[in-house]
């Protein structure tokens, strides 16, 4: 055995020998040798360990870890490289591991990334990444399409349904971003309940003005039957010391109290009609604003079950009280089962009306 071999088998020793955890229950050296990968270097910086290995048929690849690398560790690596291994579609380039907690991430930039003839490298610049933790593969990534920015995750279930989302952004992102991307769909409803939330705030502004004026109204009517109370009561003492005091004075005091009281009277059934026609405002505008808060539901139901490119669909007032009626009595009922219940009783409505039904009136997202 000449002096080279020597010295790169006391190398992999003393470092295979690093890489396994004191008391660990699977042996790090003992699964690199297993899977035939070898350790080319090991560098620490800040806490972090840096391992660079390579095996015969995935090539070179590096892991970071916090402290020793584990044995778990290097066999979530190695799942993910079986999971890309053999796409016609993809060539990994250099992937970089880093382990967080049980979760190992493998990000990389494809040399060659192609589907259905298409170049998808361009829309992914970021490159694409996947995650194992323990059997369970998932992946999350962003692809550029036009000027969308989209988010693309999900369980990985085989090269073609991978292939078949990343199109489906690649060809129609806006589309996708209403179907499939979260981000955009929580910033879309947010926008659509501050929308509904403005006019709430309009109705209830509206309403306090209203009742200002009928408190005004009834302040003033109140002031005026505390006026005629004190003008009785003053006439009625008057009329008690004048009893034996001049005939004439007595009539003449009688009609000014039956023409005070007229006037009083007619007053009074003034203020009363004001107040009347105030209330009936009110109510009306109570109305109005009933209506307004049905067309609002109805437009943040149209708009979330409208096209792509299409023009809101207004969601039938039939479709609307028969959904609200049979989920109120059985709140487990499923947009499917409802849709059935509609074409029973012959009521047209889509899947995407009934789940805007649902998501409005009943907070089901």
């Known amino acids: 055995m000449n002096h080279s071999r020597i010295l790169s088998l006391a190398?992999?020793?003393?470092?295979?020998?690093?890489?396994?955890?004191?008391?660990?229950q699977e042996s790090v050296e003992a699964l690199l040798q297993e899977r035939g990968v070898s350790l080319i270097s090991r560098e620490s910086s800040g806490g972090r360990v840096l391992y660079t290995l390579s095996d015969q048929k995935h090539g070179r690849f590096t892991i970071e870890t916090v402290g020793l690398v584990s044995g778990a560790t290097v066999r979530s690596a190695l799942l993910l490289l079986e999971?890309?291994?053999?796409?016609?579609?993809?060539?990994?380039?250099?992937?970089?591991?880093?382990?967080?907690?049980?979760?190992?991430?493998?990000?990389?930039?494809p040399q060659r990334f192609v589907a259905s003839g298409r170049d998808l490298r361009p829309f992914?610049?970021?490159g694409l990444s996947f995650?194992?933790?323990?059997?369970?593969?998932?992946?999350?990534?962003?692809?550029?399409?036009?000027?969308?920015?989209?988010?693309?995750q999900g369980r990985f279930q085989g090269e073609a349904a991978f292939l078949e989302r990343v199109l489906r952004a690649?060809?129609?992102?806006?589309?996708?971003?209403?179907?499939?991307?979260?981000?955009y769909q929580a910033r879309r409803l947010g926008e659509l309940l501050e929308l509904v939330s403005e006019l709430e705030k309009s109705a209830i502004e509206k309403s306090a003005a209203m009742d200002k004026v009928v408190r005004e109204l009834e302040a003033r009517l109140a002031a005026a039957e505390a006026h005629a109370d004190k003008m009785e009561t003053r006439i009625e003492t008057n009329v008690v010391s004048q009893q034996e005091g001049d005939a004439a004075l007595a009539t003449a005091l009688t009609e000014g109290e039956s023409g005070l009281r007229a006037d009083l009277a007619k007053?009074?059934?003034?203020?009363?009609?004001?107040?009347?026609?105030?209330?009936?405002?009110?109510?009306?505008?109570?109305?109005?604003?009933?209506?307004?808060?049905?067309?609002?539901?109805?437009?943040?139901?149209?708009?979330?079950?409208?096209?792509?490119?299409?023009?809101?669909?207004?969601?039938?007032t039939a479709?609307?009280?028969?959904?609200?009626?049979?989920?109120?009595?059985?709140?487990?009922?499923?947009?499917?089962?409802?849709?059935?219940?509609?074409?029973?009783?012959?009521?047209v409505a889509t899947d995407k009306q009934i789940k805007a039904?649902?998501?409005v009136l009943f907070g089901e997202y």
């Open 357 to 359: 039904v649902l998501a």
């Open 170 to 183: 690649v060809n129609d992102p806006a589309l996708y971003a209403r179907d499939f991307d979260t981000d």
């Open 131 to 152: 995650s194992a933790l323990g059997e369970q593969v998932d992946y999350d990534f962003r692809v550029k399409s036009g000027s969308y920015f989209l988010r693309v």
């Open 124 to 126: 992914v610049p970021s």
């Open 319 to 347: 479709a609307i009280e028969k959904i609200a009626s049979l989920k109120t009595a059985n709140p487990a009922l499923t947009p499917k089962e409802l849709l059935t219940a509609l074409k029973a009783d012959g009521i």
């Open 83 to 109: 999971t890309v291994d053999g796409w016609k579609s993809l060539s990994p380039g250099l992937p970089a591991f880093q382990a967080d907690g049980e979760t190992v991430r493998m990000r990389m930039v």
């Open 267 to 316: 007053s009074e059934e003034g203020i009363k009609a004001e107040i009347a026609r105030s209330e009936a405002e009110v109510k009306a505008y109570q109305a109005s604003q009933a209506h307004v808060q049905q067309l609002t539901e109805a437009a943040v139901m149209a708009a979330l079950s409208k096209g792509l490119f299409g023009a809101p669909k207004p969601v039938e």
């Open 11 to 24: 190398l992999f020793v003393a470092v295979t020998g690093a890489l396994s955890t004191v008391g660990a």
